[in-house]
C-alpha cells in the first residue's frame, strides 16, 4: 500500500553519546533514516545529545535539539511541534528505553503521537529475559534451559537446579553489560551480584552454557503486508562465549549448510512475526551445535542493530533506509532498490564477495583491565574488509586496523612461546587471531588449536593455507619469485609489505616488481546487492586481483579524502564528521569526490555522500593504487586524525599533492625542538622541554627542566602513553614503557605548570587571514586530557587579557605555519599568562562541537579554503549566540569495573554530550557533574 498519508511528522530519537556497545553506527542508521523520511516530503524532528554526529546537522533533519535523552526533553520537543509519530528504532538500546518510558507515562497518548518502526509489546518480549524465553518455547523454537532471577536468594535456587557451567545475561541492558558465563559457585556468586546490579529492572537470565556452539546472525527487513527477506547472513569466527561485538564475524555465512540455513531462516521468520507485527528492521542471532544437528535462538532485536550497519555496508543494501519508508506504510515490492535503481527493493541480496569485520579495542586506555573477551562488550569500534575470498579480506581487515600489523601474520610481530600461545588460544583476547596464525606456524597440532579455540575447521584451514603460503615465498628472493607465486600471494591479501618482510627487501621493491615488472594491479569491483544481475549506479568499490575492473576513471578534477579509520579513544566519530563534511564541501566546489575508508559504522562510508567510495584499508599500498587508477588533483589528510597524517609523507615523497597545509608544516608542529623554535621566534611563551630518546638522556634532562614533568611521545592522538612525573623513578620507568611501545619514536619532557588553566582555540587560515571559530576553556585544571575535561564556550571566566594573549598567539601561529585549512592550539594560562602546550594544523576533536554550539558549518568552510577556492574573507560568519555550551565527557569504565577510573594527561572518554545553557552561575556546575553521573550510569 502507498504510504500513510497522516504522517507529515516525525519525531527520530538519537542514540546519545558513543559507549561502548553502542557507538557510531547509530549516527550512520539515523542519518539514513532521516534522508529517506525527508525524500517523502515528511518534515523531520531530531533529538540527540551528541553534538560530533552526522544526524545532529541541520543538513539531515527539519529541526535538530541537542537535548539529553529523557522524558522532559520529549515533552518540549512535542509542546513546539505538531509531531504525527515517533521512529525510535535508529537510536539503539537508549532510544528504545526512552520510548517505553514516555509510552508508560502517557506522553504519545497525550500528544497524539503514533509509534511506528516497532510496537512496545515487542521491546518488552526482547528486552526481559523470561518473556524472551517463553515467546520462544511457545514458538517451538529452542532454547537453552534457564529462567529468570530477580534476587541473589531466586539465582543461587536456578543455578543448583540447572547446574554448571552456566551463563548470566542481564535484561535490558546494551552490549552485554554484566553478562558472562561462570563455571564455579564462587564465580557465581560475584557475577550474579554484578549481573543484578546492571539491570535496571534487576533481573538476569541465568541458563545453562552452550560455550562452543557456533554463532550466527540475521538482518530482517518485514512489511505490513508481512513480506520478509533476509538482507545478510552473518557467521561469528569465533563459537559461543564471545560476545558478536567482540567477535571477528564473516558475511555471507561460510560454514553453514544450506539445510540448516534454511531452517535458520524459517526460525527467523518465525521469531519475528511472533513478537509482533510491526514493519522495519530486526536482528535475529543463533547459536548451532558443532555438528549442525540443534539451533537455538539466542536473542531478537525488533530494531535496526550494530550489525545493521555491518550488513548495509556489506550487502550494499540501505537498511535504515527502507526500514525507515516501510515504518511510513510502504511495502517492499513498492520500493526500489537504490543500489541499481531499476529492481525492486524485495530481494535478496546476493553477495559475489566475503566481508570480513574484525573488532577494534583500547585495552591499552583501560589499565588492569580484565582483556578476556566474553559476554561482556569490550570492543570500541570496528574495521570491515572485503574481498573475493575469506583470506584477502581477513588480511585486509588486519591491515585497516592500524595495531602496527601489516596483515595476519609474516610482519615479525609473531611470539614463539609454546605456552604463551596455547595459553592465548584457550582464553580469547584481542589478539587471538594473531596467535592462531603463530600456532600454524610453530606447526602446533590443528587439532590442539581447534580443541582450545572451538572455532570451525575451515576458518583454520584458510589460515593455515596461508601460512604455507609464507613458507613458500620464504624461499624465494625479490629476484626469483614468480609470476605465480607473487599473484597467488596477492589474490590472498598478502600486502606489499609482508611479502617484503618474508622476502628481506623493501617495500617500494616489491611494488615496483608485481606493479610495473609482473603487471599485477589492483582491480576494483563493485557492491552491487546482485552479484552483477543487474546494472548498479552506486559507485561503491572494493579492491581484488582480477581480470576486470568496474571502477572507470572520469576525466573531471577530483579530489580524494582520506577517511579516519576505526573507532578508537582519541579518534572517534568527529573525525568522520569532518570528513562527510570535506567531502560535501568539495562537492559543492566542483569537484568530484573520492572517499577511501574502512570503517563500516560511519556515515563517510554510506555509498550516498561521495562521488565514488573504495571501501579500502587506509593503508598505503591501496590508497597509492587509488590515487594512480584516478589521478585526483590532490588528497585531503586534515580531516580523518591520526590515521590520514601518518600519510602524509609518503604521499609528498611519492609527488602526491596535498591540498591545505602541507607535510612540511604538519611535520613542524609535531617537531617539538621545530616548534618551539617557531614559538621562540615569534615571541610566544612556552613551558621549557626538551626531546630525549634514551632513559639516560631522560635523566639528564629533568635535571634542568625540574619536577613535575609531562612526557608524550610524538605523532599520536588521544594523549597516548602521555603521563605526569614527579621524580627520577617515574620518569625512568615511562620513559622505558614508552620506547618499548612505541619504538622509534621520540620523547618529549615539558615541565608540567601545576595549578594552570586549560583552553584551546580552533580557527581556519589561508596562508595569510585567520578567523578563530571558538575558544573553549576547561573546567578540569591542566593535567586532565582535553578529551576527558568538561569544556566550555565560550569561556566563563578567562579575563579579557588572557582572551587577547590566546587570540593574538593562534593568528601569528597560523600564519607562521603557513596554515591552509583548520588549526587547533591548546594553552595554559598561568598567572594570567598564556603559553602554548601544543598546535595541531588539522581537524580536532572539538570542531563538530563548535560548528554544532554556533550552527555554523566551518568545516565545510576550511575544506574550501584547503582547496585553494576561497579565502577567510570570502566567508559570511555569523554573530556567536549568546550564552554557553558546555561539552560533556562521557565514559564506558561500567565495562571494566576493575580498572584505574583516575584522569590525566591519557585520554579514557569514548564519547561526548553537548548541553546549552543561557547564564552560567559559580554553583551551576554541581547540576552538570550530577548529569555526567547520568551519562557515566547509562
Same mark, same amino acid.
Given at each position: 500500500?502507498?504510504?500513510?498519508?497522516?504522517?507529515?511528522?516525525?519525531?527520530?530519537?538519537?542514540?546519545?553519546?558513543?559507549?561502548?556497545?553502542?557507538?557510531?553506527?547509530?549516527?550512520?542508521?539515523?542519518?539514513?533514516?532521516?534522508?529517506?523520511?525527508?525524500?517523502?516530503?515528511?518534515?523531520?524532528?531530531?533529538?540527540?545529545?551528541?553534538?560530533?554526529?552526522?544526524?545532529?546537522?541541520?543538513?539531515?533533519?527539519?529541526?535538530?535539539?541537542?537535548?539529553?535523552?529523557?522524558?522532559?526533553?520529549?515533552?518540549?520537543?512535542?509542546?513546539?511541534?505538531?509531531?504525527?509519530?515517533?521512529?525510535?528504532?535508529?537510536?539503539?538500546?537508549?532510544?528504545?528505553?526512552?520510548?517505553?518510558?514516555?509510552?508508560?507515562?502517557?506522553?504519545?497518548?497525550?500528544?497524539?503521537?503514533?509509534?511506528?518502526?516497532?510496537?512496545?509489546?515487542?521491546?518488552?518480549?526482547?528486552?526481559?529475559?523470561?518473556?524472551?524465553?517463553?515467546?520462544?518455547?511457545?514458538?517451538?523454537?529452542?532454547?537453552?534451559?534457564?529462567?529468570?532471577?530477580?534476587?541473589?536468594?531466586?539465582?543461587?535456587?536456578?543455578?543448583?537446579?540447572?547446574?554448571?557451567?552456566?551463563?548470566?545475561?542481564?535484561?535490558?541492558?546494551?552490549?552485554?553489560?554484566?553478562?558472562?558465563?561462570?563455571?564455579?559457585?564462587?564465580?557465581?556468586?560475584?557475577?550474579?551480584?554484578?549481573?543484578?546490579?546492571?539491570?535496571?529492572?534487576?533481573?538476569?537470565?541465568?541458563?545453562?552454557?552452550?560455550?562452543?556452539?557456533?554463532?550466527?546472525?540475521?538482518?530482517?527487513?518485514?512489511?505490513?503486508?508481512?513480506?520478509?527477506?533476509?538482507?545478510?547472513?552473518?557467521?561469528?569466527?569465533?563459537?559461543?562465549?564471545?560476545?558478536?561485538?567482540?567477535?571477528?564475524?564473516?558475511?555471507?555465512?561460510?560454514?553453514?549448510?544450506?539445510?540448516?540455513?534454511?531452517?535458520?531462516?524459517?526460525?527467523?521468520?518465525?521469531?519475528?512475526?511472533?513478537?509482533?507485527?510491526?514493519?522495519?528492521?530486526?536482528?535475529?542471532?543463533?547459536?548451532?551445535?558443532?555438528?549442525?544437528?540443534?539451533?537455538?535462538?539466542?536473542?531478537?532485536?525488533?530494531? +535496526?542493530?550494530?550489525?545493521?550497519?555491518?550488513?548495509?555496508?556489506?550487502?550494499?543494501?540501505?537498511?535504515?533506509?527502507?526500514?525507515?519508508?516501510?515504518?511510513?506504510?510502504?511495502?517492499?515490492?513498492?520500493? /526500489?532498490?537504490?543500489?541499481?535503481?531499476?529492481?525492486?527493493?524485495?530481494?535478496?541480496?546476493?553477495?559475489?564477495?566475503?566481508?570480513?569485520?574484525?573488532?577494534?579495542?583500547?585495552?591499552?586506555?583501560?589499565?588492569?583491565?580484565?582483556?578476556?573477551?566474553?559476554?561482556?562488550?569490550?570492543?570500541?569500534?570496528?574495521?570491515?574488509?572485503?574481498?573475493?575470498?575469506?583470506?584477502?579480506?581477513?588480511?585486509?581487515?588486519?591491515?585497516?586496523?592500524?595495531?602496527?600489523?601489516?596483515?595476519?601474520?609474516?610482519?615479525?610481530?609473531?611470539?614463539?612461546?609454546?605456552?604463551?600461545?596455547?595459553?592465548?588460544?584457550?582464553?580469547?583476547?584481542?589478539?587471538?587471531?594473531?596467535?592462531?596464525?603463530?600456532?600454524?606456524?610453530?606447526?602446533?597440532?590443528?587439532?590442539?588449536?581447534?580443541?582450545?579455540?572451538?572455532?570451525?575447521?575451515?576458518?583454520?584451514?584458510?589460515?593455515?593455507?596461508?601460512?604455507?603460503?609464507?613458507?613458500?615465498?620464504?624461499?624465494?628472493?625479490?629476484?626469483?619469485?614468480?609470476?605465480?607465486?607473487?599473484?597467488?600471494?596477492?589474490?590472498?591479501?598478502?600486502?606489499?609489505?609482508?611479502?617484503?618482510?618474508?622476502?628481506?627487501?623493501?617495500?617500494?621493491?616489491?611494488?615496483?616488481?608485481?606493479?610495473?615488472?609482473?603487471?599485477?594491479?589492483?582491480?576494483?569491483?563493485?557492491?552491487?546487492?546482485?552479484?552483477?544481475?543487474?546494472?548498479?549506479?552506486?559507485?561503491?568499490?572494493?579492491?581484488?586481483?582480477?581480470?576486470?575492473?568496474?571502477?572507470?576513471?572520469?576525466?573531471?578534477?577530483?579530489?580524494?579524502?582520506?577517511?579516519?579509520?576505526?573507532?578508537?579513544?582519541?579518534?572517534?566519530?568527529?573525525?568522520?564528521?569532518?570528513?562527510?563534511?570535506?567531502?560535501?564541501?568539495?562537492?559543492?566546489?566542483?569537484?568530484?569526490?573520492?572517499?577511501?575508508?574502512?570503517?563500516?559504522?560511519?556515515?563517510?562510508?554510506?555509498?550516498?555522500?561521495?562521488?565514488?567510495?573504495?571501501?579500502?584499508?587506509?593503508?598505503?599500498?591501496?590508497?597509492?593504487?587509488?590515487?594512480?587508477?584516478?589521478?585526483?588533483?590532490?588528497?585531503?589528510?586534515?580531516?580523518?586524525?591520526?590515521?590520514?597524517?601518518?600519510?602524509?609523507? /609518503?604521499?609528498?615523497?611519492?609527488?602526491?599533492?596535498?591540498?591545505?597545509?602541507?607535510?612540511?608544516?604538519?611535520?613542524?608542529?609535531?617537531?617539538?625542538?621545530?616548534?618551539?623554535?617557531?614559538?621562540?621566534?615569534?615571541?610566544?611563551?612556552?613551558?621549557?622541554?626538551?626531546?630525549?630518546?634514551?632513559?639516560?638522556?631522560?635523566?639528564?634532562?629533568?635535571?634542568?627542566?625540574?619536577?613535575?614533568?609531562?612526557?608524550?611521545?610524538?605523532?599520536?592522538?588521544?594523549?597516548?602513553?602521555?603521563?605526569?612525573?614527579?621524580?627520577?623513578?617515574?620518569?625512568?620507568?615511562?620513559? +622505558?614503557?614508552?620506547?618499548?611501545?612505541?619504538?622509534?619514536?621520540?620523547?618529549?619532557?615539558?615541565?608540567?605548570?601545576?595549578?594552570?588553566?586549560?583552553?584551546?582555540?580552533?580557527?581556519?587560515?589561508?596562508?595569510?587571514?585567520?578567523?578563530?571559530?571558538?575558544?573553549?576553556?576547561?573546567?578540569?585544571?591542566?593535567?586532565?586530557?582535553?578529551?576527558?575535561?568538561?569544556?566550555?564556550?565560550?569561556?566563563?571566566?578567562?579575563?579579557?587579557?588572557?582572551?587577547?594573549?590566546?587570540?593574538?598567539?593562534?593568528?601569528?601561529?597560523?600564519?607562521?605555519?603557513?596554515?591552509?585549512?583548520?588549526?587547533?592550539?591548546?594553552?595554559?594560562?598561568?598567572?594570567?599568562?598564556?603559553?602554548?602546550?601544543?598546535?595541531?594544523?588539522?581537524?580536532?576533536?572539538?570542531?563538530?562541537?563548535?560548528?554544532?554550539?554556533?550552527?555554523?558549518?566551518?568545516?565545510?568552510?576550511?575544506?574550501?579554503?584547503?582547496?585553494?577556492?576561497?579565502?577567510?574573507?570570502?566567508?559570511?560568519?555569523?554573530?556567536?549566540?549568546?550564552?554557553?555550551?558546555?561539552?560533556?565527557?562521557?565514559?564506558?569504565?561500567?565495562?571494566?569495573?576493575?580498572?584505574?577510573?583516575?584522569?590525566?594527561?591519557?585520554? /579514557?572518554?569514548?564519547?561526548?554530550?553537548?548541553?546549552?545553557?543561557?547564564?552560567?552561575?559559580?554553583?551551576?556546575?554541581?547540576?552538570?557533574?550530577?548529569?555526567?553521573?547520568?551519562?557515566?550510569?547509562?
Amino acid at each position: 500500500m502507498p504510504r500513510k498519508k497522516h504522517i507529515k511528522s516525525v519525531l527520530i530519537i538519537g542514540s546519545g553519546p558513543i559507549i561502548i556497545g553502542q557507538a557510531c553506527e547509530f549516527d550512520y542508521s539515523g542519518t539514513q533514516a532521516a534522508r529517506s523520511l525527508r525524500e517523502e516530503g515528511i518534515e523531520v524532528t531530531l533529538i540527540n545529545s551528541n553534538p560530533a554526529t552526522i544526524m545532529t546537522d541541520p543538513v539531515t533533519a527539519d529541526n535538530v535539539y541537542l537535548l539529553p535523552l529523557e522524558k522532559k526533553s520529549l515533552i518540549t520537543i512535542l509542546e513546539k511541534h505538531d509531531i504525527d509519530a515517533v521512529l525510535p528504532t535508529m537510536g539503539g538500546q537508549t532510544a528504545l528505553n526512552l520510548a517505553i518510558d514516555a509510552q508508560e507515562a502517557g506522553i504519545w497518548e497525550d500528544f497524539g503521537v503514533e509509534i511506528i518502526g516497532v510496537d512496545i509489546d515487542a521491546i518488552n518480549t526482547t528486552e526481559d529475559r523470561e518473556l524472551f524465553r517463553q515467546k520462544m518455547l511457545e514458538l517451538g523454537v529452542g532454547v537453552c534451559k534457564g529462567r529468570t532471577a530477580k534476587s541473589f536468594l531466586q539465582g543461587k535456587e536456578i543455578a543448583q537446579e540447572i547446574g554448571f557451567p552456566l551463563v548470566i545475561r542481564p535484561s535490558f541492558t546494551l552490549g552485554g553489560t554484566g553478562g558472562g558465563f561462570v563455571n564455579t559457585p564462587d564465580e557465581f556468586e560475584k557475577a550474579l551480584s554484578r549481573g543484578l546490579e546492571m539491570s535496571p529492572v534487576h533481573e538476569v537470565l541465568i541458563e545453562q552454557s552452550i560455550l562452543g556452539w557456533k554463532e550466527y546472525e540475521l538482518e530482517l527487513l518485514r512489511d505490513d503486508l508481512g513480506n520478509v527477506i533476509i538482507i545478510c547472513s552473518i557467521e561469528n569466527f569465533d563459537p559461543m562465549g564471545v560476545h558478536t561485538g567482540d567477535s571477528i564475524t564473516v558475511a555471507p555465512a561460510q560454514t553453514l549448510p544450506d539445510t540448516v540455513y534454511q531452517r535458520m531462516r524459517d526460525l527467523a521468520i518465525k521469531m519475528m512475526n511472533g513478537i509482533g507485527m510491526f514493519a522495519g528492521g530486526c536482528n535475529v542471532q543463533f547459536s548451532v551445535s558443532p555438528d549442525d544437528s540443534e539451533i537455538i535462538g539466542i536473542e531478537i532485536n525488533p530494531r +535496526v542493530s550494530r550489525s545493521s550497519a555491518l550488513a548495509s555496508k556489506a550487502t550494499g543494501y540501505p537498511i535504515a533506509k527502507i526500514a525507515a519508508k516501510l515504518a511510513i506504510g510502504y511495502n517492499l515490492d513498492e520500493l /526500489k532498490n537504490p543500489i541499481t535503481g531499476t529492481t525492486s527493493a524485495f530481494f535478496e541480496p546476493a553477495l559475489d564477495y566475503v566481508i570480513v569485520k574484525i573488532p577494534r579495542w583500547n585495552f591499552d586506555k583501560f589499565k588492569g583491565a580484565d582483556t578476556k573477551l566474553g559476554l561482556q562488550m569490550k570492543a570500541v569500534g570496528e574495521v570491515m574488509g572485503i574481498g573475493r575470498t575469506f583470506q584477502e579480506a581477513i588480511q585486509k581487515a588486519c591491515q585497516s586496523l592500524e595495531i602496527k600489523r601489516n596483515g595476519i601474520g609474516a610482519d615479525g610481530k609473531e611470539i614463539t612461546k609454546q605456552d604463551e600461545i596455547l595459553d592465548k588460544l584457550e582464553n580469547p583476547s584481542w589478539d587471538r587471531l594473531f596467535r592462531i596464525w603463530d600456532a600454524m606456524k610453530l606447526g602446533i597440532a590443528m587439532r590442539t588449536v581447534r580443541n582450545l579455540t572451538k572455532i570451525d575447521k575451515w576458518f583454520l584451514r584458510q589460515i593455515l593455507d596461508l601460512v604455507l603460503v609464507e613458507k613458500k615465498i620464504s624461499e624465494q628472493t625479490i629476484d626469483t619469485i614468480s609470476f605465480e607465486l607473487m599473484r597467488e600471494a596477492k589474490e590472498k591479501g598478502f600486502g606489499d609489505r609482508q611479502i617484503a618482510h618474508i622476502l628481506g627487501c623493501l617495500e617500494s621493491e616489491v611494488f615496483e616488481k608485481r606493479y610495473n615488472e609482473m603487471d599485477i594491479k589492483r582491480q576494483w569491483k563493485l557492491v552491487d546487492t546482485c552479484a552483477a544481475e543487474f546494472e548498479a549506479k552506486t559507485p561503491y568499490f572494493y579492491s581484488t586481483f582480477d581480470s576486470q575492473n568496474e571502477s572507470k576513471p572520469s576525466k573531471k578534477k577530483k579530489v580524494v579524502v582520506l577517511g579516519a579509520g576505526p573507532n578508537r579513544i582519541g579518534q572517534g566519530i568527529e573525525f568522520d564528521y569532518c570528513c562527510v563534511h570535506g567531502v560535501l564541501a568539495a562537492k559543492e566546489a566542483g569537484y568530484e569526490t573520492i572517499m577511501i575508508n574502512c570503517n563500516p559504522e560511519t556515515v563517510s562510508t554510506d555509498p550516498d555522500i561521495a562521488d565514488k567510495l573504495y571501501f579500502e584499508p587506509v593503508f598505503w599500498e591501496h590508497i597509492y593504487e587509488i590515487i594512480l587508477h584516478e589521478k585526483p588533483v590532490g588528497v585531503i589528510v586534515q580531516l580523518g586524525g591520526q590515521t590520514a597524517l601518518k600519510i602524509a609523507e /609518503k604521499l609528498t615523497k611519492y609527488g602526491v599533492k596535498i591540498l591545505g597545509t602541507s607535510y612540511e608544516a604538519l611535520d613542524l608542529a609535531e617537531d617539538r625542538g621545530s616548534f618551539s623554535t617557531l614559538l621562540k621566534d615569534n615571541n610566544i611563551p612556552y613551558p621549557k622541554f626538551d626531546v630525549i630518546e634514551t632513559a639516560d638522556e631522560a635523566l639528564e634532562k629533568s635535571e634542568d627542566l625540574g619536577f613535575p614533568l609531562l612526557v608524550r611521545p610524538s605523532y599520536v592522538l588521544g594523549g597516548q602513553k602521555m603521563k605526569i612525573v614527579i621524580n627520577e623513578e617515574e620518569l625512568e620507568q615511562h620513559v +622505558v614503557e614508552t620506547l618499548r611501545d612505541i619504538p622509534g619514536n621520540k620523547v618529549l619532557l615539558d615541565h608540567y605548570l601545576d595549578g594552570a588553566i586549560e583552553a584551546e582555540a580552533d580557527a581556519i587560515c589561508d596562508g595569510e587571514d585567520v578567523y578563530i571559530v571558538g575558544i573553549m576553556q576547561h573546567i578540569e585544571p591542566a593535567g586532565i586530557h582535553s578529551g576527558d575535561s568538561y569544556a566550555v564556550l565560550p569561556p566563563y571566566n578567562l579575563g579579557d587579557m588572557v582572551i587577547e594573549q590566546i587570540e593574538e598567539y593562534t593568528k601569528k601561529i597560523a600564519v607562521a605555519l603557513k596554515t591552509k585549512g583548520l588549526l587547533n592550539i591548546q594553552f595554559a594560562i598561568k598567572d594570567d599568562k598564556v603559553y602554548i602546550i601544543e598546535a595541531n594544523p588539522r581537524a580536532s576533536r572539538t570542531v563538530p562541537f563548535i560548528c554544532k554550539a554556533y550552527q555554523e558549518p566551518y568545516v565545510n568552510y576550511a575544506t574550501k579554503v584547503m582547496l585553494g577556492d576561497k579565502k577567510v574573507k570570502d566567508f559570511d560568519f555569523k554573530p556567536v549566540k549568546k550564552g554557553y555550551a558546555i561539552k560533556i565527557p562521557v565514559f564506558s569504565f561500567n565495562k571494566f569495573p576493575n580498572v584505574d577510573k583516575q584522569l590525566g594527561p591519557e585520554m /579514557k572518554s569514548t564519547g561526548e554530550a553537548i548541553y546549552f545553557i543561557d547564564n552560567l552561575k559559580d554553583d551551576y556546575f554541581l547540576d552538570i557533574y550530577s548529569r555526567r553521573n547520568q551519562y557515566l550510569s547509562r
